[in-house]
């Protein structure tokens, strides 16, 4: 049974820093790409970062670009999303999301087969 399960999320005011973590368990993570989204109240779910299998290559949502960054730790079956200079429009559920093709494809919300449960993140101003 695959699990991803995502830690990390809390109140913050703006100008801070968080660090997201998404432990997996239970698929090859080293096979997968892995990547970030976030789903405001009364918005869709978006985009925010994906990372490649091996950790070499990432992609980033126009909006957090620059403040954010996403790595992974594959052997600790582990991704993280550090977050900087955080700003209330931040503030959203942030899902952890694993894909058996690439980055890119994740980027596009495209060939996702796995999804964590979600952590909450508010950033106040």
């Known amino acids: 049974q695959v699990q991803l399960v995502e830690s990390g999320g809390r109140l913050v005011q703006a100008g801070g820093s968080m660090r997201l973590s998404c432990a997996a368990s239970g698929l090859a993570f080293s096979s997968h790409a892995m990547g970030w989204f976030r789903q405001a109240p009364g918005k869709e779910r978006e985009f925010v970062a994906a990372i490649s299998n091996t950790g070499t290559t990432t992609y980033y949502a126009d909006s957090v670009k620059d403040r954010f960054t996403i790595s992974r730790d594959n052997a600790k079956n582990t991704v993280y999303l550090q977050m900087n200079s955080l700003k209330p429009e931040d503030t959203a559920v942030y899902y952890c999301?694993?894909?058996?093709?690439?980055?890119?494809?994740?980027?596009?919300?495209?060939?996702?087969?796995?999804w964590g449960q979600g952590t909450q993140v508010t950033v106040s101003s």
């Open positions: 999301a694993a894909s058996p093709t690439t980055a890119r494809a994740m980027s596009l919300m495209r060939t996702i087969n796995f």
